[in-house]
């Protein structure tokens, strides 16, 4: 009679394999984190600092409110996504640049800053 079910040394390369794609995946969303974070924190780039409070960022400004428990801000994504796109079709007041509709931002950066603030 045969066994249907594979053996231990067989379900061990199985087991490596999800270990090392899991590994994968949280080392591609921690260099994410940590490339929006350098683009937050760029001067001359995001520049989120000019305005707001981060935690372990150099020389804030107060002009906009202290980015701080923002996934429980904006539970949903796209939400962040759309602020740092264009802030102005929310809030036409707003001093915040439309970093996506004046290109200061693109598409995946803009996704890097959203994973980084994410974590805040």
């Not at 260099?31 to 372990?56: M, P, Q, W, Y």
């Amino acid at each position: 009679m045969t066994d249907h079910f594979p053996t231990k040394s067989a379900k061990l390369p199985a087991l490596a394999l999800l270990v090392a794609l899991a590994s994968a995946g949280t080392a591609q969303a921690q260099s994410a984190v940590d490339e929006g974070r350098k683009l937050a924190f760029d001067r001359s780039k995001g520049n989120c600092l000019t305005c707001h409070v981060i935690k372990g960022g150099n020389l804030p400004g107060t002009i906009g409110p202290e980015l701080v428990d923002i996934k429980s801000k904006y539970p949903k994504r796209e939400d962040l996504v759309a602020i740092l796109n264009d802030e102005t079709l929310r809030n036409p007041l707003t001093v915040m640049p439309p970093f996506g509709r004046n290109r200061i931002l693109t598409e995946k950066e803009i996704d890097a800053v959203v994973d980084f603030l994410q974590t805040l």
